[in-house]
């Protein structure tokens, strides 16, 4: 009696039935330490507030020395019989745990991430700290667009081909053989392997023709190249746009109606002027002259397409007739906007381009 006496003052009442029981009926001393840990433990999981205070609470619960496996070792006081039981009822105790633990991270994993969103986040809706400058369109890209929706609206289809082109292609379908004179005004870059860098984009038709049937109505614009001295007003890599149509019947006042309206279009009801003049792939040929500002500027090259051009691409020139006419960007864009010198095109200025 002494001894048990000594033992309750070290135990509350609570804990002195318990080992009162565990001594008479150990499976039920088991099974209702089970059932009050699970109790416990599902009530501290749910008011855990942190990740870190709930893996606190599954190291004390479920960790390999938790009170769960405190009381599993106590499965040796059992018989046979009753180890099942205690141990199925173990079981149901875990899986309680382990639930309630998992429902818990998923909602304290949910709170942190939504409080980090509301901690981040941005008012859209509010002026920005620094001011950031707008793109604006480059001069030359101005001109080329404007240029495309006035022909894409005349009925032209936009064409374009590979700016490394062969021999064939710039010159030779284009009326112009080697031992021809006119080749001298386009000298080129040539390339190991016999290609060349295209001098016009009037290869782009021949490319387009030999694709398709007439009719035909296509403006195409492009980088080109040539061997200039680079100055003032030349450039060794510039832009063309180069329009053609293929029909029967088209004649040359076709051509300058179309001239006309496209021209009138960009620079305004202005005079205008042909000039006869000679380009290998136009016969008759001619350039376009604006007064612009009391003088006359030359803006433009036409003429009807050459017999053997139509020849070269397989039409047959007794049944179609075309015409065809081209201009250089940086031209139209020089007298537009006022620019003395070509090279301001290219040097990305921001003092020059924040005009445009």
């Known amino acids: 009696m002494t001894s048990v006496q000594g033992r309750c003052c070290k135990l509350s009442i609570a804990q002195a ?5 565990q001594m008479s009926n150990p499976e039920n001393d088991l099974e209702a ?26 190291v004390n619960y479920l960790g390999k020395k938790g009170q769960l496996s405190v009381l599993l070792g106590s499965m040796g006081k059992l ?15 875990k899986e309680a745990l382990q639930s309630s633990l998992d429902k818990q991270r998923t ?9 980090q969103l509301q901690a981040e986040t941005l008012d859209v809706t509010m002026p920005g700290i ?25 009925g032209y289809t936009v064409a374009q081909g590979p700016e490394m082109e062969t021999d064939y292609y710039n010159f030779e379908a284009l009326n112009t053989p080697a ?30 023709m030999e694709a398709e049937e007439p009719p035909i109505r296509i403006v195409a614009p492009g980088r080109v190249y040539r061997k200039d001295d680079v100055d003032a007003t030349h450039s060794a890599v510039f832009h063309q746009i180069e329009l053609l149509a293929i029909d029967e019947g088209l004649t040359f006042t076709d051509l300058k109606g179309t001239i006309k309206e496209f021209l009138t279009s960009i620079f305004g ?45 397989g039409y047959d020139p007794e049944v179609y007739t075309g015409f065809a006419a081209g201009f250089g960007v940086e031209r139209f864009a020089m007298v537009l906007h006022q620019m003395d010198d070509i090279r301001r095109l290219y040097t990305s200025d921001l003092r020059f381009l924040k005009q445009f």
């Open 17 to 21: 039935r318990i080992n009162n029981q």
């Open 33 to 58: 330490q089970l059932n009050a840990l699970r109790t416990d433990g599902e009530n501290a999981i749910r008011s855990a507030d942190t990740l870190d205070r709930l893996e606190e609470l599954r």
């Open 79 to 93: 018989s046979a019989e009753e180890r099942p039981k205690i141990g199925a009822a173990a079981n149901t105790v």
């Open 107 to 115: 909602a304290l994993e949910a709170a942190k991430i939504q409080a």
């Open 130 to 154: 620094y001011e950031r400058p707008q793109g604006r369109i480059h001069p030359l890209n101005g001109i080329i667009d404007r240029a495309l929706d006035i022909f894409v609206g005349m």
């Open 179 to 208: 031992d021809h004179p006119a080749r001298d005004m386009q000298d080129t870059f040539y390339l190991p392997d016999g290609n060349l860098l295209r001098t016009q984009t009037s290869c782009v038709q021949i490319r387009y």
């Open 269 to 313: 009801d202005l005079p205008i002027r042909f000039r006869a003049s000679y380009f290998p792939f136009t016969e008759p040929s001619a350039e376009v002259d604006l007064q612009w500002n009391g003088r006359w500027l030359e803006v433009m090259g036409c003429g009807m397409v050459d017999p053997n051009v139509l020849n070269a691409v």
